[in-house]
Nanobody
């Protein structure tokens, strides 16, 4: 099973930017789609962005489309989420995850390995 560790979270003002990173180890990484999810206080975890195994296809939640960019570097076993124009409603714990599929997916049930999460707080 792939072990995932997120980093890069923090406190930022509305309109600012953050770049989340996710380091993967202990298993096959480059053959799987990956994704970012988030969970805000009192809410269920939701899909944020996904990327195919080779990085050629990406998909975003409507709430982050045009502001967030997902990317990966298979040589470094790394996944990234560039977050720009942040809003207070982006405040959440952000999780990276490895899918059991090659193609990009938004279905949480398709993801088998999860990180512990990193807190992102956006102040107004």
């Amino acid at each position: 099973q792939v072990h995932m560790v997120e980093s890069g979270g923090g406190l930022v003002q509305a309109g600012g930017s953050l770049r989340l990173s996710c380091a993967a180890s202990g298993g096959t990484f480059s053959s799987n789609a990956m994704g970012w999810f988030r969970q805000a206080p009192g809410k269920e975890r939701e899909f944020v962005a996904g990327i195919s195994w080779g990085g050629g296809r990406t998909v975003y939640a409507a709430s982050v489309e045009g502001r967030f960019t997902i990317s990966r570097d298979n040589a470094k076993n790394a996944l990234y989420l560039q977050m720009d124009s942040l809003k207070p409603e982006d405040t959440a714990v952000y999780y990276c995850a490895t899918s059991t599929r090659i193609r990009v997916t938004t279905n949480e049930a398709d993801f088998g390995s999860w990180g512990q999460g990193t807190q992102v707080t956006v102040s107004s």
